[in-house]
Structure formats: C-alpha cells, structure tokens
C-alpha cells in the first residue's frame, strides 16, 4: 500500500491554530517558565511535562523523581487535633483542622518548608479517612510551634481531621528528578535536554515514541514490553525473561511502554513507545 502524498504531518502543540504559544521541548531554563507537571501535546499524541531536574543528567534517559523526594507515611498523633493547633489568623473563627479549614498542622522532626509543593496529602486511616487533597506549601519544622509545622491545601478540608487521622504525603512527580536509579520503582519520563547542573528546568516526554537509553543484558526484540532497568540508571531493559536478574527484578518497576527498535546494545539509543500518562 502506498502512502497518500497528501498526509499531513505536524510537529505543533495541539490547540487553536495560530492561538498557542511554541514551546521548545527541548529548552531548559534556570528558573521555571512553567507550572511544573504542565502538560503540551503534539498533535500526534506525544505527551510532554514540565520539570525540575535536581542532578545533572543526560538526555535520553528515564527520570523519576529521587529517593529524597519521596512520600512519607505518617500515623496516629501526627496531625494535631484543631482544639490544640495555632489559630491561622486569616481563618479564624475556623481552626487548622476543621472542615473549611486550608491548613492541617502536623508534627514532622526536619522537615523543610515547601519540600511538598504541588503534592498530594491523602487522609488513610481514623478520622476523615479516604480523602486526598492538592499541597500548595508547608512551612519548615519550627513554624508554627517548635515541633510542629503547617501545610497549606487548595481546597478546604471536606471533612474534620484530628490525632487519629493517619495521612500520607507525596510531593510532586515532576520535581528534584534524575535518572532512575537502578532500585528505583518510580518513573516520571524521558529526560529531552541533557541539563549540566543542578536545578534546572525541563521538558521530559511521558507519551509516545522517543529514543531512550537500552539496557541489552536481555536481548530486546520490537514489541517486547519494557521497564526501568534494574543494573543500568536511566535505561529501559525487557521484561521478557524471568531467568535472570533483570528479568526477576523486572517486575518491581511498573511496564513503562514497549520497544519499536532496539539499539542492541547497552551503550546505546533504541527507540520506544512510552505509554506513562
């Protein structure tokens, strides 16, 4: 079957024609130009998000958010109960706490002020169970209390939260990210611009067709079913075998897209399908 002269092929960022900005996927800037986790799409599907890349990396290479930045499980007697946290003036009559509330006092040892920007806090056991809510900042340990800080939420609490409530709380995937490590299980994309130095900004591609580092230690074959690599840092490796080490690790890392052309070598760029978001 012939291809049709007329097809049209288009490298542009979907919406209203001649109404968007361009956008440069393989830009990086020193100071974000972007909301991190924006998302642009080609008109072929292909998928991009904007991130913060905290360790210099190669493009190229899978990216995922570091070990650092990961979430953190916390249980009972962790959030302060409403009748004891400190009044936020601009909510008063309302208490940190309380349903309508935007702030959960909790008590963290060392944590950092606004380490889970743009994350997640979700609500897993006792009082207000099953509920999840968008991070917009926290203060550092020390604020309000000596041992207590706040988080700040963008929608007011649903329901009331006190001591029992267990919560766990995850910062955003797209921030302080590098190649994934070997152990890790958390992949966020393929990394477009190699960055030189820490904490820059970046697009990474979380969709569609790209080249990527291989990890050959199993032989890859187009359309095999890949993850991050377990013995090579920022590569894709097949999950086809499950006689070796990569092949029984495999599967700790969730199935990240499928092969198109593989390299056939571990010092090289083959080309995948990447099916992330």
């Not at 998928?47 to 930045?69: C, E, H, M, Q």
């Not at 020390?142 to 706040?150: C, I, Q």
């Not at 086809?240 to 390299?263: D, M």
Request: proline share 4%.
């Amino acid at each position: 079957m012939a291809l049709d002269p007329a097809s049209y092929y288009s490298n542009s960022i979907q919406g209203i024609p001649g109404a968007g900005v361009d956008v440069d996927i393989t830009a990086t800037h020193a100071t974000p130009k972007y909301a991190l986790g924006y998302l642009v799409v080609r008109a072929d599907g292909s998928r991009y998000r904007y991130a913060n890349i905290g360790t210099a990396t190669n493009a190229g290479r899978l990216v995922g958010p570091t070990t650092a930045s990961g979430g953190a499980t916390y249980g009972a007697a962790v959030v302060v109960a409403p009748a004891s946290a400190v009044v936020v003036p601009a909510e008063y009559p309302i208490l940190a706490g309380q349903v309508g509330s935007h702030y959960i006092e909790v008590t963290i040892a060392g944590m950092a002020a606004n380490k889970y920007e743009g994350g997640y806090l979700a609500t897993t056991r006792g009082t207000a169970l099953g509920e999840t809510y968008r991070i917009l900042g926290n203060t550092a340990t020390g604020n309000p209390t000596s041992t207590t800080l706040r988080i700040q939420i963008a929608e007011g609490l649903k329901v009331e939260i006190g001591a029992t409530t267990g919560i766990i709380i995850v910062p955003s995937m797209y921030t302080d990210m590098a190649a994934a490590a070997t152990t890790s299980t958390q992949v966020a994309g393929v990394l477009m611009s190699t960055t030189t130095s820490t904490l820059l900004y970046a697009w990474v591609q979380t969709r569609g067709l790209c080249g990527c580092a291989e990890d050959n230690s199993l032989a890859i074959t187009a359309g095999h079913q890949i993850t991050s690599s377990r013995v090579t840092g920022g590569s894709y490796a097949s999950i086809v075998s499950a006689s070796t080490t990569v092949g029984t690790a495999a599967l700790a890392s969730s199935i990240i897209g499928y092969s198109i052309t593989p390299a056939g070598s571990s010092s090289r760029l083959g080309v995948i399908n990447l099916q992330l978001d």
